[in-house]
């Protein structure tokens, strides 16, 4: 299962660094790595991935890609808080949707 993190077209892109320390305050424990295919973030000791579209450190728009069994639960709503505190929104099958602190 996906699901596309985004920041409305009319705010500024977060850092990278804005996005881990958000990561970080949800007591994550997040790795950035730089792949010639796009940036990855890694959440120590669990399985789910966060691929986060970069531009010179700047950053609008990620796809968590949950592993199974990590689907629903306190994983997800951690990550919907960090990125939540950054002002994105979340968007799945059911559409728009606000990731709530």
């Known amino acids: ?19 881990l320390d958000s990561l970080r ?6 790795r950035l790595e730089t792949k010639a295919w796009g940036d ?5 000791g669990y399985n ?22 990590e689907e629903e639960g306190e994983i997800v709503q951690c990550i919907y808080r960090a990125f939540g ?3 994105w929104h979340g ?4 559409g728009e949707f606000p990731l709530s602190l």
Do not use: C, Q
């Open 1 to 19: 299962m996906e699901t596309l993190l985004k920041l409305s077209d009319s705010s500024s892109p977060s850092t990278l660094m804005e996005v």
């Open 25 to 30: 305050k949800e007591h994550f424990e997040p």
């Open 40 to 44: 990855w973030i890694y959440l120590e």
């Open 48 to 69: 789910s991935v966060i691929s986060i579209e970069s531009n010179r450190g700047l950053s609008s728009a990620a796809t968590v890609e949950h592993a199974e069994g």
């Open 85 to 87: 505190r950054l002002g």
């Open 91 to 94: 968007i799945d099958d059911d």
